[in-house]
């Protein structure tokens, strides 16, 4: 049995009416589970990018992917789960503070460096940018004083180096080797570590 | 020299481009401004009685000939009705192109009249599908469309095209080659070195077997996978959708595996120690408990579609592509084999499970299906397109019926839809007018789409029907018998005088009770040039063995029950 762990894909996708809607309902009519999924234009005309995060095994991730191709309006899907990445998620925090508690929070938004970009008289909104564990140890040390609002985006994820996950979109990798996944059930790691 | 055309004119032109020549469908007000241009143009247009006829007849044309069949629909109830027959076209993987008419683009949204979501409704059970709301849109889709329904692992394709992009008119002609389509790619290759892989399970294999699916038709790959077998001295097994792709007297042909399979078939996958699956999916109905199934076997599976790799069964080495194509680079690494020994062995197995011989029974006075079945077959020798329906019948006729053609069994497999056969039969029949089209169907699912005879009998089509009436919708009724004690809840059926609602059509009908009935019967509806109908009342509580009950290990199956079998030979104690 191989491991279920988060894997990471990024989409390329024509940017058509109703193509979200066909990517949203692959995942759940092959009942993946979608953990986070953002949409935003690319680097490409034309095309957007989304990345969605879904817990699976390496045998479901390489499926997934051969599922995604499926669909016409898919121009490229690339697992950027191992490999040098950089993960990002921005959160916006509302968290009751008072005069006394004030410098309280601030003191731990410097900690973490968020930003306050709103004060009121018993809150503030608190932005921060980071991986997912940096924002949920943020929350965690603010719960205590009150969280009122909470909104994420999700993952967004970008390899390192000068290579795009789209070079050249006639060129496709061979992720159809599902040879490939039974190589990588072998070799998946569970605790993939996130750098800052 | 521009010419102006109306989105109308330009849906069927696109169509004449395409090679299309025959469509199927039923007017509403939303498609009405392309029905009234039709008339200009040179396609049959076959009046159905009911859309879910209409995509049948198009299903039914297309694994029939190879070709995209054509349903066309109105909008809201049109197009629902097209429900049922556009996933029986998905699961089973055949090239369809439904039209449907919508309502005026300014009208989207606003519950219209007959306004329903039909891209939406056939998101999952599509291969793809299109909104089209202007004109100048209508021409690239519908190629597109074609292109997509019938390359890679075809399926069906709906194009959902409003009113006023019908009525609206535009200047200039098409390349019906410019097809845009960047993100999709139906053509696959696998790496070299997985070549070499399969290559080397394959020679090192002692006791391989062949699995033929609907992907050897599909991708017409027959010739290939008979040299390979050969060759190498290789067993094959097919699917129910593969049956055809290796000729039935061939004798390395094992027959059906599966569900309903022969249990020395079965037996020998589960001795197996390699399977070469090709065009297959390892569907539910072939593994039975995939934890138990083929536990020795190495698998390499071939399949145009990845996604299919490792969803059932895990396999070892996976080679995505064409089959034809895939099997033309692999064939030379494949070394020439002797596999005697494995093959006496299988036959060893098969002494002691054969099949019943039904062309021995003794003529009891009783009917049975098998009967009927196996005496249509001696009697077109093997050669006619069967059409069948979704049932114990359907089960029968894989059996019995020893197809020797590629496209001469047509049956819904994957979704198993009843009221399939009928529609399916019309549209083989036009896509293959010389051929000898036969309908297999139940009482049960015949009277789902019967209303189709009205269509025969306006088209003036010459098939024949004969109905296994066995009282019960039989399949279910064997499941209550074996899984919950014989308790008969709504599975006895009443049926009206086949025969006789046949003449009300303007069709022949007959009603066969006995045995010595069926060889004359069945010749004179060859004889005759209309349509006929023929009941064959049969035993109603027969039962198809042998049979793995779902979800049980594949070695275990329910074999003929002795003593006091109600159809068997001595060799079956
Ligand atoms: C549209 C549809 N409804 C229900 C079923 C479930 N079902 C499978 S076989 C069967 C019985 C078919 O009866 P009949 O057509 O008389 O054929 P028989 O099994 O008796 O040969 C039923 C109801 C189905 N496959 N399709
Ligand atoms: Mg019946």
Redesign the interface.
Known sequence: MTSSQRHTFVVY??DKP?VL??VA?LFR?RAFNIESLTVGHAEIPGASRMTIVVRTDA?GA??LE??L????????VHDITTGPTIFRELAMIKVAATAETRTHVMQLVDVFRARVVDVAPDSVVIETTGTEDKIDGLLEVLRPYGIIELVRTGRVGMTRGARSVMID?EE?P??????R??DEAEADDPNVSYSV | MASMRTGAQIIWEALVREGVSTVFGYPGGAILPAYDALLEYPIRHVLVRHEQGATHMADGYARASGEVGVAVATSGPGATNMVTGIATAMLDSSPLLCITGQVGSKLIGSDAFQETDV??VT??IT??NY?VSHVDEIAPVIHEAMY?ARSGRPGPVLVDITKDAQQGSTEGDWDPQDVK?????PD?R??DA?YR?AADLLNSAKRPIIFAGHGVLLSGAMTQVRELAERADIPIAMTLLGIGGVPAEHPLNMGMMGMHGEAWVNAAIQEADLLLALGMRFDDRVTGNVRTYAPNARKI?IDI???E???NV?????L?GDLSAVLDDLAPLVEAGDRAAWLATINDMKGDVSVRDIQNLPDSGHLYAAHVINDIWRMTDGRAIVVTDVGQHQMWEAQYYHHRDPRTLITSGGLGTMGFALPAAIGAKLARPDAEVWVVAGDGGFQMTMAELATIAQEKIKINVAIINNGYLGMVRQWQEFFYERRYAATPLLSPDFAKLAECFGLGGATVKTRREVEPTVERARADERTVVIDFQVEQEDTVYPMVPAGADLHNMIRRPSPAPIVETADDE
């Open positions: 996708v024509e109703g809607n066909r309902s009519r045998i390489r499926r051969a599922n191709y499926k669909l016409v309006n898919v121009l490229r979109p496709r061979e992720p159809y080797a599902a040879n996944a039974a | 891209t939406g998101l999952p291969k793809h909104l997509v389509l960047p993100g999709y790619r696959l696998a790496s997985e892989r599976h579609d990845p996604a790799f490792n969803k895990k396999v070892d080495v996976a995505a």
